[in-house]
């Protein structure tokens, strides 16, 4: 089997193949905003088309290549490992793979966090979070906060505060209960009974790139400490030097109990998760020799995941990236905020490292406000497609909105972005929230041609 020459002779059907066979309203979607392009090649923080042309990826995977895509240093990690002929998921066995990772993450962790669970993905390591914290404490109930995302299966979409995610798959899980996020107030009446087994907060939530009041987490940590409740922190999206420190935790000085963490300890090939803990959890977890196996994942510590999360935190140790991404982020931050008050749609330029959000809101001025009211009647958030849109076809600059209704845009780059890369985001943004100021004007014409299309939709037409 020729697998290259396959690509090459059928490398135009992808979209037919998806209309056939998988997500037909997916290749819709793409269709309709002009992102349905042929990639062919990918390099660092680059994506190529069929044409030549080279693209600036700031949506990373939803964050997954923090090294950007085909690292050399984790490429030749596999295929060494490939090479070996090594023995994998024997399961009646412990590998040197996963010993040797999990070695490495109880070192670069928060303190305290001395046992490690490996898993396949963000969502099965809050999964194992939410059963190792409810085992452990005896206790039933999760607090989590309004706007949080921790995943799409049962138990995490239980714990995720976002009703478009949640509507038509209930009855979800008991026990579960919401709170407003950087709320310390709400989140004491809601431990006070001291009957919860955690308390599972995103740092930074990723939906929007919403940054805590500066006590609340501090303040959260303390109450779980007070209440006998265990914090919980997903760091699936903002660790691994995201905000430009490890762990997002770290800007605070929190310690959790439970750290999740996925996404970029992949690499970027094979999908990876991990739980960090306390060890008091986990030999409650796993507290005799019959339970050895109470908790477990198939493919969790399969030999390539490990070797892609060990090369990756090589990579980001050796080339100094969770410095470039405090770095490139202040400096993204000081160019664009000044924005702020040159144009009246946009309220807010916020984050921390390589984690930035641009947040709109309704302008003052009579011809915006009309043309942004006439946007939000089809559809709730369609400005944000406004700037996404041109900054993709104009400037070739990927990016995407933060979440579903939002007029936020949100970029998550790979933490290798260089100056110049800084230079055409900067140059990018500028123009394109510039244009969406001049009304009539082309900006405003795409705008009215999305909402018509969403009416469409919601018409049930087309």
């Not at 088309?49 to 700031?58: A, C, N, P, R, T």
């Not at 963490?261 to 803990?277: D, E, N, R, Y």
């Not at 700037?387 to 007029?407: C, D, Y």
């Not at 244009?435 to 705008?447: K, L, N, Y």
């Amino acid at each position: 089997m020729d697998i290259l020459q396959r690509l090459k002779a059928r490398q135009a059907e992808n979209f037919d193949l998806h209309t056939q066979h998988l997500n037909a309203q997916m290749v819709n979607v793409l269709k309709t905003i002009g992102f349905n392009r042929q990639y062919v090649r990918a390099e660092g923080p680059y994506l190529y088309d069929q044409e030549g042309h080279q693209y600036l990826d700031l949506l990373a995977g939803f964050g997954v290549f923090a090294l950007g895509r085909n690292h050399p240093t984790v490429v030749q990690v596999l295929q060494d490992v490939l090479g070996a002929s090594l023995p994998n998921l024997v399961q009646l066995d412990v590998s040197l793979l996963s010993g040797l990772l999990a070695e490495k993450l109880v070192e670069v962790t928060p303190p305290g966090l001395d046992r490690i669970f490996f898993a396949n993905s963000g969502t099965e390591a809050v999964e194992a979070a939410i059963k190792f914290s409810r085992y452990a404490t005896g206790r039933s109930k999760i607090v989590f906060c309004s706007g949080g995302y921790h995943g799409l299966t049962l138990g995490s979409l239980s714990a995720t505060g976002d009703d478009y995610f949640r509507a038509g798959f209930g009855p979800l899980l008991p026990d579960f209960i919401e709170v407003p996020f950087g709320d310390l107030a709400a989140l004491e009446q809601a431990l006070h009974r001291r009957d919860v087994a955690a308390f599972i907060t995103e740092p930074i939530q990723g939906h929007g790139v919403w940054i805590p009041p500066e006590d609340y987490l501090p303040g959260a940590a303390a109450l779980c400490q007070r209440t006998g409740t265990l914090f919980v922190a997903d760091e699936v999206q903002t660790g691994l030097g995201r905000t430009g420190q490890w762990w997002a935790v770290d800007h605070w000085g929190v310690e959790p109990d439970i750290l999740c963490v996925a996404k970029a300890l992949s690499g970027g090939f094979v999908p990876v998760g991990a739980v960090a803990c306390r060890q008091w959890i986990f030999e409650k977890m796993f507290n005799r020799m019959d339970r050895a196996v109470v908790h477990g994942s198939t493919f969790g510590k399969n030999n390539l995941a490990m070797a892609a999360g060990l090369a990756t935190l090589e990579v980001l140790e050796t080339e100094n990236l969770i410095a470039n991404s405090a770095r490139m982020g202040e400096r993204m931050l000081a160019d664009l905020q000044p924005l702020v008050t040159q144009y009246e749609c946009l309220k807010e330029v916020r984050g921390r490292g390589l984690m930035i959000a641009l947040e709109f809101a309704e302008p003052r001025s009579l011809s915006l406000k009309m043309a942004w009211k006439m946007l939000e009647a089809a559809n709730q958030g369609l400005f944000s497609q406004m700037i996404t849109v041109p900054l993709f076809e104009r400037h070739r600059i990927l990016s995407q909105v933060a979440g579903h209704g939002m007029n936020v845009v949100k970029f998550i780059p790979p933490l290798t972005l260089t100056e110049g890369d800084r230079q055409w985001i900067v140059e990018g943004v500028t123009d394109v929230v510039a244009d969406a100021h001049r009304v009539p004007g082309a900006a405003w014409d795409f705008g009215k041609s999305l909402a018509t299309k969403a009416l469409r939709m919601k018409a049930g037409v087309g």
